[in-house]
């Protein structure tokens, strides 16, 4: 009997699987969960999460998948993608007040948001938004 396969908001390939650990209160469990599954050969933790390097949600190829440890580290990946594209460099980081990319060195920290994705801005890009809002 054919498993039956349906799209989710057009991004995800959603796969009929109610006795599935991960499936849904529908019974669907996501395809790229199955195939990240099947390919590191055990049921993926708790709390994995399966990223898409290329972006794109049906591509399920084993080559396109990446099982992350959490949704913190997948949200890491998405970010240094985000720099490479803009920037050209992985590690470089975008200033909240000039929105310009630039070397970490370059920028400070604010760590209470999220250490894993913390807030990146110039010390001059700051003082000069203070004084703008201030005057």
Known sequence: MPVERKEHHRKYILVFLPQHHRADCR?????HVLVA???IGIELPTGAVVHHHDGNGKNNSNANLVVCENQSYHLLLHSR???L???GHTDYRICKFCHKWDHPSRLLFNKRKSPYS????HSHCKREYRRIKSG
């Open 27 to 31: 019974g669907y469990v996501r395809e």
């Open 37 to 39: 599954s099947r390919a």
């Open 81 to 83: 993608q985000r720099a």
């Open 85 to 87: 594209m803009a920037s």
């Open 118 to 121: 913390p807030t990146a801005y």
